[in-house]
Protein backbone atom coordinates (compact mmCIF):
# COMPACT_ATOMS: atom_id res chain seq x y z
CA UNK A 1 0.00 0.00 0.00
CA UNK A 2 1.15 3.48 -0.50
CA UNK A 3 2.58 5.34 2.18
CA UNK A 4 1.12 8.92 3.12
CA UNK A 5 2.77 11.75 1.39
CA UNK A 6 3.10 15.01 3.64
CA UNK A 7 3.44 17.12 0.34
CA UNK A 8 0.42 17.73 -1.61
CA UNK A 9 -0.06 19.41 -5.08
CA UNK A 10 -1.76 22.71 -5.28
CA UNK A 11 -5.14 23.05 -6.78
CA UNK A 12 -4.41 25.75 -9.19
CA UNK A 13 -5.98 24.07 -12.74
CA UNK A 14 -9.58 25.78 -13.42
CA UNK A 15 -12.49 24.48 -15.42
CA UNK A 16 -10.93 26.37 -18.81
CA UNK A 17 -7.64 24.57 -18.20
CA UNK A 18 -9.24 20.92 -17.39
CA UNK A 19 -11.52 21.55 -20.56
CA UNK A 20 -8.68 22.93 -22.66
CA UNK A 21 -6.47 20.16 -21.44
CA UNK A 22 -9.06 17.70 -22.11
CA UNK A 23 -9.65 18.97 -26.20
CA UNK A 24 -5.60 19.19 -26.61
CA UNK A 25 -5.04 16.06 -25.66
CA UNK A 26 -7.60 14.74 -28.27
CA UNK A 27 -6.50 16.99 -31.29
CA UNK A 28 -2.53 15.47 -31.99
CA UNK A 29 -0.02 16.56 -34.98
CA UNK A 30 -1.91 13.47 -36.39
CA UNK A 31 -4.92 14.98 -37.68
CA UNK A 32 -3.40 17.68 -39.08
CA UNK A 33 -0.71 15.93 -41.04
CA UNK A 34 -1.03 12.01 -40.64
CA UNK A 35 -4.59 12.35 -41.96
CA UNK A 36 -3.59 12.53 -45.48
CA UNK A 37 -1.84 9.37 -45.54
CA UNK A 38 -4.52 8.02 -43.89
CA UNK A 39 -7.29 9.21 -46.04
CA UNK A 40 -5.10 8.41 -49.52
CA UNK A 41 -5.04 4.63 -47.92
CA UNK A 42 -9.26 4.30 -46.53
CA UNK A 43 -11.03 7.26 -48.64
CA UNK A 44 -13.53 8.91 -47.30
CA UNK A 45 -14.31 5.60 -45.01
CA UNK A 46 -11.54 7.41 -43.20
CA UNK A 47 -14.50 8.81 -40.86
CA UNK A 48 -16.19 6.08 -40.29
CA UNK A 49 -13.29 4.69 -39.02
CA UNK A 50 -12.28 8.03 -37.07
CA UNK A 51 -15.60 7.39 -35.39
CA UNK A 52 -15.71 3.55 -34.93
CA UNK A 53 -12.43 4.53 -32.56
CA UNK A 54 -13.70 7.14 -31.11
CA UNK A 55 -16.23 4.99 -29.28
CA UNK A 56 -13.93 2.67 -28.30
CA UNK A 57 -11.78 5.86 -26.42
CA UNK A 58 -14.89 7.30 -25.32
CA UNK A 59 -15.66 3.87 -23.20
CA UNK A 60 -11.94 3.94 -21.97
CA UNK A 61 -12.81 7.74 -20.95
CA UNK A 62 -15.82 6.59 -19.10
CA UNK A 63 -14.23 4.09 -17.60
CA UNK A 64 -11.44 6.07 -16.37
CA UNK A 65 -13.95 8.63 -15.23
CA UNK A 66 -15.85 6.21 -13.23
CA UNK A 67 -12.73 5.63 -11.44
CA UNK A 68 -11.25 8.94 -10.94
CA UNK A 69 -14.87 9.79 -9.21
CA UNK A 70 -13.97 6.77 -6.59
CA UNK A 71 -10.49 8.48 -5.80
CA UNK A 72 -9.12 11.33 -7.74
CA UNK A 73 -5.83 10.94 -7.60
CA UNK A 74 -2.59 12.57 -9.60
CA UNK A 75 -1.24 8.87 -10.44
CA UNK A 76 -4.70 8.03 -11.71
CA UNK A 77 -4.35 5.02 -13.91
CA UNK A 78 -1.10 3.68 -12.41
CA UNK A 79 -3.06 4.22 -8.53
CA UNK A 80 -5.97 2.41 -10.08
CA UNK A 81 -4.17 -0.35 -11.78
CA UNK A 82 -2.38 -1.12 -8.38
CA UNK A 83 -5.41 -1.00 -6.28
CA UNK A 84 -7.29 -3.21 -8.45
CA UNK A 85 -4.94 -5.20 -10.03
CA UNK A 86 -1.74 -5.76 -8.36
CA UNK A 87 1.67 -3.59 -7.65
CA UNK A 88 3.00 -5.37 -10.74
CA UNK A 89 0.50 -3.62 -12.43
CA UNK A 90 1.23 -0.11 -11.46
CA UNK A 91 4.90 -0.57 -11.71
CA UNK A 92 3.98 -1.80 -15.50
CA UNK A 93 1.51 1.45 -16.37
CA UNK A 94 3.69 3.54 -14.08
CA UNK A 95 7.07 2.95 -16.13
CA UNK A 96 5.12 2.23 -19.93
CA UNK A 97 3.22 5.08 -19.67
CA UNK A 98 6.18 7.08 -18.96
CA UNK A 99 8.21 5.36 -22.20
CA UNK A 100 5.12 6.54 -24.40
CA UNK A 101 5.31 10.08 -23.53
CA UNK A 102 9.04 10.21 -23.14
CA UNK A 103 9.54 8.81 -26.53
CA UNK A 104 6.37 10.79 -28.05
CA UNK A 105 7.96 14.06 -26.18
CA UNK A 106 11.04 13.16 -27.77
CA UNK A 107 9.53 12.91 -31.14
CA UNK A 108 7.58 15.98 -30.97
CA UNK A 109 10.31 18.30 -29.94
CA UNK A 110 12.62 16.62 -33.02
CA UNK A 111 9.19 17.93 -34.92
CA UNK A 112 9.24 21.40 -33.56
CA UNK A 113 12.88 21.65 -34.91
CA UNK A 114 11.78 20.65 -38.66
CA UNK A 115 9.03 22.65 -38.23
CA UNK A 116 10.97 25.58 -37.43
CA UNK A 117 13.05 25.18 -41.09
CA UNK A 118 9.72 26.14 -43.32
CA UNK A 119 10.76 29.57 -41.87
CA UNK A 120 14.55 29.23 -41.14
CA UNK A 121 15.75 26.52 -43.68
CA UNK A 122 19.43 27.50 -42.38
CA UNK A 123 18.90 26.84 -38.69
CA UNK A 124 20.24 23.47 -37.65
CA UNK A 125 16.54 21.83 -36.42
CA UNK A 126 18.70 20.60 -32.66
CA UNK A 127 18.09 24.08 -31.85
CA UNK A 128 14.95 25.04 -32.01
CA UNK A 129 14.18 21.95 -30.81
CA UNK A 130 16.43 22.43 -27.71
CA UNK A 131 14.86 25.68 -26.96
CA UNK A 132 11.31 24.20 -26.91
CA UNK A 133 12.61 21.76 -24.63
CA UNK A 134 13.73 24.08 -22.11
CA UNK A 135 11.56 26.49 -21.87
CA UNK A 136 8.59 24.11 -21.30
CA UNK A 137 10.46 22.47 -18.74
CA UNK A 138 10.69 25.60 -17.11
CA UNK A 139 7.05 26.10 -17.65
CA UNK A 140 6.55 23.33 -15.28
CA UNK A 141 9.11 24.23 -13.21
CA UNK A 142 7.35 27.23 -11.80
CA UNK A 143 3.38 26.65 -11.55
CA UNK A 144 1.23 24.06 -12.68
CA UNK A 145 -1.06 26.92 -13.02
CA UNK A 146 1.49 28.29 -16.00
CA UNK A 147 1.64 24.83 -17.80
CA UNK A 148 -2.47 25.50 -17.64
CA UNK A 149 -2.28 29.02 -19.28
CA UNK A 150 0.35 27.26 -21.69
CA UNK A 151 -1.91 24.38 -22.67
CA UNK A 152 -5.20 26.71 -22.93
CA UNK A 153 -3.35 28.54 -25.57
CA UNK A 154 -1.93 25.88 -27.53
CA UNK A 155 -5.00 23.84 -27.62
CA UNK A 156 -7.28 27.10 -28.80
CA UNK A 157 -4.72 27.37 -32.06
CA UNK A 158 -5.81 23.83 -32.68
CA UNK A 159 -9.26 24.48 -32.08
CA UNK A 160 -9.55 27.58 -34.38
CA UNK A 161 -7.65 26.06 -37.05
CA UNK A 162 -10.46 23.03 -37.31
CA UNK A 163 -13.33 25.16 -36.92
CA UNK A 164 -12.31 27.69 -39.37
CA UNK A 165 -12.22 24.90 -41.49
CA UNK A 166 -15.46 23.42 -41.11
CA UNK A 167 -17.04 26.65 -40.74
CA UNK A 168 -15.64 27.66 -44.34
CA UNK A 169 -16.29 24.44 -45.79
CA UNK A 170 -20.26 24.76 -44.77
CA UNK A 171 -19.89 28.61 -46.81
CA UNK A 172 -18.35 27.43 -49.66
CA UNK A 173 -21.22 24.62 -49.35
CA UNK A 174 -23.65 26.91 -49.53
CA UNK A 175 -22.50 29.97 -51.37
CA UNK A 176 -20.13 28.53 -53.30
CA UNK A 177 -17.23 30.91 -53.61
CA UNK A 178 -13.66 30.49 -53.42
CA UNK A 179 -11.81 28.33 -56.38
CA UNK A 180 -13.55 25.41 -54.94
CA UNK A 181 -16.59 26.60 -55.29
CA UNK A 182 -17.74 25.12 -58.25
CA UNK A 183 -16.73 21.85 -57.49
CA UNK A 184 -17.27 21.72 -53.67
CA UNK A 185 -20.69 19.22 -52.69
CA UNK A 186 -21.29 16.74 -49.80
CA UNK A 187 -21.42 13.87 -52.91
CA UNK A 188 -17.53 14.20 -53.31
CA UNK A 189 -17.60 11.93 -49.79
CA UNK A 190 -19.36 8.96 -51.85
CA UNK A 191 -19.27 9.63 -55.93
CA UNK A 192 -15.42 8.91 -56.20
CA UNK A 193 -15.75 5.33 -55.88
CA UNK A 194 -17.69 4.96 -52.53
CA UNK A 195 -16.89 5.08 -49.19
CA UNK A 196 -13.84 2.45 -49.08
CA UNK A 197 -12.05 2.63 -52.56
CA UNK A 198 -8.77 1.00 -51.92
CA UNK A 199 -11.13 -2.71 -50.30
CA UNK A 200 -11.37 -3.42 -46.94
CA UNK A 201 -7.99 -4.59 -45.97
CA UNK A 202 -6.20 -1.31 -46.36
CA UNK A 203 -9.05 0.07 -44.69
CA UNK A 204 -8.65 -2.12 -41.37
CA UNK A 205 -4.97 -1.17 -41.36
CA UNK A 206 -5.77 2.46 -40.93
CA UNK A 207 -7.45 1.57 -37.32
CA UNK A 208 -3.77 1.60 -36.21
CA UNK A 209 -3.06 5.56 -37.15
CA UNK A 210 -6.31 6.29 -36.62
CA UNK A 211 -5.67 4.96 -32.49
CA UNK A 212 -2.27 6.46 -32.50
CA UNK A 213 -3.67 9.99 -32.70
CA UNK A 214 -5.62 9.50 -29.54
CA UNK A 215 -2.59 9.30 -27.64
CA UNK A 216 -2.56 11.45 -24.65
CA UNK A 217 -6.60 11.76 -24.31
CA UNK A 218 -5.91 9.84 -21.02
CA UNK A 219 -3.79 12.72 -19.41
CA UNK A 220 -6.52 14.44 -18.29
CA UNK A 221 -6.89 11.92 -15.78
CA UNK A 222 -3.36 13.26 -14.20
CA UNK A 223 -5.01 16.09 -13.98
CA UNK A 224 -7.27 15.11 -10.54
CA UNK A 225 -5.11 16.02 -7.89
CA UNK A 226 -4.48 19.78 -8.81
CA UNK A 227 -8.10 20.58 -9.85
CA UNK A 228 -9.68 22.87 -8.53
CA UNK A 229 -13.19 20.98 -8.56
CA UNK A 230 -12.54 17.65 -9.94
CA UNK A 231 -15.98 16.05 -8.71
CA UNK A 232 -18.24 18.60 -10.71
CA UNK A 233 -15.16 19.42 -13.57
CA UNK A 234 -13.90 15.87 -14.92
CA UNK A 235 -17.18 14.46 -15.60
CA UNK A 236 -17.83 17.20 -17.50
CA UNK A 237 -13.88 17.08 -19.27
CA UNK A 238 -15.23 12.86 -19.96
CA UNK A 239 -18.31 13.11 -21.64
CA UNK A 240 -17.06 15.96 -24.05
CA UNK A 241 -14.84 13.19 -25.33
CA UNK A 242 -17.30 12.18 -27.74
CA UNK A 243 -18.64 15.43 -29.16
CA UNK A 244 -14.60 16.14 -29.89
CA UNK A 245 -14.06 13.68 -31.58
CA UNK A 246 -17.18 14.02 -33.78
CA UNK A 247 -16.42 17.78 -34.17
CA UNK A 248 -12.66 17.54 -34.38
CA UNK A 249 -12.24 14.30 -36.40
CA UNK A 250 -15.18 13.56 -38.00
CA UNK A 251 -16.43 16.77 -38.68
CA UNK A 252 -12.79 17.97 -40.24
CA UNK A 253 -12.87 14.99 -42.48
CA UNK A 254 -16.34 15.83 -43.85
CA UNK A 255 -15.35 19.25 -44.39
CA UNK A 256 -11.54 18.03 -46.31
CA UNK A 257 -13.54 15.56 -48.53
CA UNK A 258 -16.88 17.55 -49.04
CA UNK A 259 -14.72 20.94 -50.26
CA UNK A 260 -12.09 18.35 -52.39
CA UNK A 261 -12.33 14.64 -53.75
CA UNK A 262 -10.31 12.23 -51.43
CA UNK A 263 -7.99 11.32 -54.17
CA UNK A 264 -6.65 14.79 -54.57
CA UNK A 265 -5.25 14.83 -51.71
CA UNK A 266 -1.13 14.03 -51.56
CA UNK A 267 -0.11 10.94 -49.75
CA UNK A 268 2.92 12.40 -48.08
CA UNK A 269 1.42 16.41 -46.65
CA UNK A 270 -1.41 18.19 -45.30
CA UNK A 271 -4.61 17.57 -46.25
CA UNK A 272 -5.45 21.01 -44.19
CA UNK A 273 -2.69 22.40 -46.22
CA UNK A 274 -3.72 21.34 -49.58
CA UNK A 275 -7.35 22.50 -48.85
CA UNK A 276 -6.64 26.35 -47.65
CA UNK A 277 -4.68 26.61 -50.53
CA UNK A 278 -7.46 25.28 -53.39
CA UNK A 279 -9.67 27.62 -51.54
CA UNK A 280 -7.05 30.64 -51.50
CA UNK A 281 -6.01 31.31 -48.07
CA UNK A 282 -3.13 33.51 -47.94
CA UNK A 283 -0.20 31.54 -46.90
CA UNK A 284 -1.95 28.30 -46.41
CA UNK A 285 0.90 26.65 -45.69
CA UNK A 286 2.56 28.91 -43.30
CA UNK A 287 -0.30 29.04 -40.86
CA UNK A 288 -0.71 25.50 -41.00
CA UNK A 289 2.99 25.20 -40.09
CA UNK A 290 2.48 27.21 -37.30
CA UNK A 291 -0.87 25.37 -35.69
CA UNK A 292 1.38 22.01 -36.15
CA UNK A 293 4.03 23.21 -34.61
CA UNK A 294 2.27 24.52 -31.50
CA UNK A 295 0.55 21.39 -31.45
CA UNK A 296 3.64 20.00 -31.17
CA UNK A 297 4.89 21.80 -28.60
CA UNK A 298 1.65 20.99 -26.80
CA UNK A 299 2.35 17.13 -26.95
CA UNK A 300 5.98 18.08 -25.51
CA UNK A 301 4.28 20.22 -22.55
CA UNK A 302 1.97 17.68 -21.70
CA UNK A 303 4.40 14.82 -21.68
CA UNK A 304 6.39 16.79 -19.11
CA UNK A 305 3.71 17.26 -17.11
CA UNK A 306 2.74 13.62 -16.75
CA UNK A 307 5.77 11.37 -16.46
CA UNK A 308 6.68 14.09 -14.10
CA UNK A 309 3.35 13.47 -11.89
CA UNK A 310 3.81 9.47 -12.67
CA UNK A 311 7.20 9.07 -11.09
CA UNK A 312 5.98 10.82 -8.06
CA UNK A 313 3.14 8.52 -8.22
CA UNK A 314 5.48 5.50 -8.64
CA UNK A 315 7.83 7.30 -5.71
CA UNK A 316 5.77 7.21 -3.26
CA UNK A 317 5.39 2.97 -3.46
CA UNK A 318 8.87 2.80 -3.83
CA UNK A 319 8.91 1.71 -7.23
CA UNK A 320 10.78 4.91 -8.46
CA UNK A 321 13.48 6.38 -6.12
CA UNK A 322 11.41 8.67 -3.20
CA UNK A 323 13.67 11.37 -3.34
CA UNK A 324 12.81 11.74 -7.25
CA UNK A 325 8.84 12.31 -6.06
CA UNK A 326 9.15 15.41 -3.69
CA UNK A 327 7.68 18.72 -4.78
CA UNK A 328 9.25 21.91 -4.58
CA UNK A 329 8.79 24.90 -2.76
CA UNK A 330 6.21 25.75 -5.93
CA UNK A 331 4.19 22.68 -5.56
CA UNK A 332 5.41 20.73 -8.54
CA UNK A 333 7.92 17.56 -8.78
CA UNK A 334 10.46 19.19 -9.53
CA UNK A 335 13.29 16.56 -9.46
CA UNK A 336 11.03 14.29 -11.42
CA UNK A 337 11.04 17.25 -14.05
CA UNK A 338 14.55 17.28 -14.31
CA UNK A 339 14.72 13.35 -14.67
CA UNK A 340 12.01 13.90 -17.57
CA UNK A 341 14.58 16.98 -19.12
CA UNK A 342 17.08 14.57 -18.96
CA UNK A 343 15.40 11.93 -21.27
CA UNK A 344 14.16 14.26 -23.25
CA UNK A 345 17.46 15.91 -23.84
CA UNK A 346 18.80 12.29 -24.79
CA UNK A 347 16.16 12.56 -27.40
CA UNK A 348 17.48 15.98 -29.07
CA UNK A 349 21.32 14.01 -28.94
CA UNK A 350 20.12 10.86 -30.55
CA UNK A 351 18.50 12.97 -33.56
CA UNK A 352 21.66 14.23 -33.95
CA UNK A 353 23.87 11.33 -34.60
CA UNK A 354 21.36 8.37 -34.92
CA UNK A 355 19.77 7.43 -38.54
CA UNK A 356 16.03 8.36 -38.43
CA UNK A 357 14.77 4.71 -38.70
CA UNK A 358 16.61 3.51 -35.67
CA UNK A 359 14.25 6.15 -33.90
CA UNK A 360 11.07 5.50 -35.95
CA UNK A 361 11.88 1.85 -34.09
CA UNK A 362 10.91 2.89 -30.83
CA UNK A 363 8.62 5.41 -31.24
CA UNK A 364 6.51 3.01 -32.80
CA UNK A 365 7.23 0.57 -29.83
CA UNK A 366 5.82 3.63 -27.97
CA UNK A 367 2.62 2.96 -28.78
CA UNK A 368 1.93 -0.27 -27.83
CA UNK A 369 2.58 1.43 -24.19
CA UNK A 370 -0.34 3.39 -24.94
CA UNK A 371 -2.64 0.52 -25.87
CA UNK A 372 -1.48 -0.69 -22.85
CA UNK A 373 -2.38 2.15 -21.11
CA UNK A 374 -5.90 2.05 -22.39
CA UNK A 375 -6.60 -1.75 -22.12
CA UNK A 376 -5.43 -1.67 -18.20
CA UNK A 377 -7.32 1.78 -17.52
CA UNK A 378 -10.28 -0.50 -18.64
CA UNK A 379 -9.21 -4.17 -16.46
CA UNK A 380 -8.93 -2.10 -13.53
CA UNK A 381 -12.62 -0.68 -14.02
CA UNK A 382 -13.69 -4.37 -14.40
CA UNK A 383 -12.08 -5.35 -11.26
CA UNK A 384 -13.47 -1.81 -9.15
CA UNK A 385 -17.08 -3.15 -10.74
CA UNK A 386 -16.65 -6.43 -9.22
CA UNK A 387 -15.61 -5.08 -5.68
CA UNK A 388 -19.18 -3.31 -6.17
CA UNK A 389 -21.21 -6.35 -7.11
CA UNK A 390 -19.89 -7.73 -4.35
CA UNK A 391 -21.05 -5.10 -1.62
CA UNK A 392 -17.15 -4.53 -0.95
CA UNK A 393 -17.40 -0.48 -2.55
CA UNK A 394 -20.01 1.64 -2.66
CA UNK A 395 -21.26 2.35 -6.64
CA UNK A 396 -21.00 6.02 -7.74
CA UNK A 397 -23.41 8.35 -9.93
CA UNK A 398 -20.65 8.93 -12.69
CA UNK A 399 -21.00 5.33 -14.02
CA UNK A 400 -19.53 3.75 -17.86
CA UNK A 401 -22.12 3.33 -20.46
CA UNK A 402 -22.73 -0.73 -21.02
CA UNK A 403 -20.40 -2.40 -18.09
CA UNK A 404 -19.20 -4.85 -18.04
CA UNK A 405 -20.19 -5.63 -21.68
CA UNK A 406 -18.72 -2.90 -23.23
CA UNK A 407 -15.27 -3.30 -21.49
CA UNK A 408 -15.14 -6.73 -23.00
CA UNK A 409 -16.07 -4.92 -26.18
CA UNK A 410 -13.17 -2.31 -26.00
CA UNK A 411 -10.42 -5.02 -25.18
CA UNK A 412 -11.32 -6.92 -28.19
CA UNK A 413 -10.88 -3.87 -29.84
CA UNK A 414 -7.24 -3.26 -28.83
CA UNK A 415 -6.70 -6.50 -29.42
CA UNK A 416 -7.42 -6.07 -32.86
CA UNK A 417 -5.52 -3.04 -33.04
CA UNK A 418 -2.43 -4.90 -31.68
CA UNK A 419 -2.70 -7.63 -34.37
CA UNK A 420 -3.19 -5.43 -37.05
CA UNK A 421 0.43 -4.20 -36.18
CA UNK A 422 2.02 -7.47 -38.39
CA UNK A 423 0.49 -6.50 -40.93
CA UNK A 424 2.00 -3.06 -41.29
CA UNK A 425 5.95 -3.18 -42.35
CA UNK A 426 6.64 0.01 -40.39
CA UNK A 427 4.49 -0.67 -37.34
CA UNK A 428 5.59 -4.74 -37.29
CA UNK A 429 8.92 -3.71 -35.10
CA UNK A 430 7.08 -2.55 -32.19
CA UNK A 431 5.91 -6.51 -32.11
CA UNK A 432 9.44 -7.40 -31.81
CA UNK A 433 10.83 -4.94 -29.63
CA UNK A 434 7.64 -5.06 -27.30
CA UNK A 435 9.05 -8.29 -25.58
CA UNK A 436 12.06 -6.86 -24.77
CA UNK A 437 10.57 -3.71 -23.19
CA UNK A 438 8.31 -6.24 -21.17
CA UNK A 439 11.23 -8.16 -19.78
CA UNK A 440 12.56 -5.07 -18.73
CA UNK A 441 9.82 -3.85 -16.98
CA UNK A 442 9.30 -7.69 -15.56
CA UNK A 443 13.56 -7.59 -14.07
CA UNK A 444 12.84 -3.68 -13.08
CA UNK A 445 9.46 -5.20 -10.85
CA UNK A 446 11.49 -7.82 -9.19
CA UNK A 447 14.07 -5.69 -8.39
CA UNK A 448 11.95 -3.37 -6.69
CA UNK A 449 9.65 -5.87 -4.77
CA UNK A 450 13.31 -7.30 -3.43
CA UNK A 451 14.13 -4.23 -1.87
CA UNK A 452 10.66 -3.34 -0.77
CA UNK A 453 11.11 -6.69 1.23
CA UNK A 454 14.22 -6.03 2.69
CA UNK A 455 13.36 -3.15 3.98
CA UNK A 456 10.60 -4.64 5.73
CA UNK A 457 12.72 -7.26 7.43
CA UNK A 458 15.19 -4.85 8.23
CA UNK A 459 12.04 -2.57 10.19
CA UNK A 460 11.12 -5.99 11.76
Known sequence: ????????????????????????????VGLFLGSGKALHQVGPGLILIYAIAGLMIFFVM??????????????????????????????AVGWG???????????????????????????????????????????????????????????????????????????????????????????NIWSNGGLFPNGAASSLLAFQIVMFAFVGVEMVGQTASESSNPQKVLPRAVNSVMWRILIFYVGALIALTALVPWNQFPSDGSPFVHAFTLIGIPAAAGVINFVV????????????????????????????????????????????IGVTFAAMLIGVVLNYFVPEQAFTYITS????????????????????????????LQAGPFRMPLAPYSNYVVLAF??????????????????????????????GYLAVRNKQRERELVRR
Open 414 to 443: LAFVVVLLAFDSETRIALYITPVLAVAVAI
Open 97 to 187: YWLVWIVTGMAEITAVGEYFQFWFPNLPQWIPALVALVVLSGVNLIAVKLFGEFEFWFALIKVLAIIGLIVLAALILVFGFSDVGDTASVS
Open 1 to 28: MSQPVAEEYRKDLSTRHINMIAIGGAIG
Open 293 to 336: TTAALSSCNSGIYSTARMIRTLSEDSQAPRSVGRLSSRAVPARA
Open 365 to 392: ASTVGAIFTWGMIVIAHLAYRRKIARGE
Open 62 to 91: RALGELLMYRPVSGSFAEYAGEFVGPWAKF
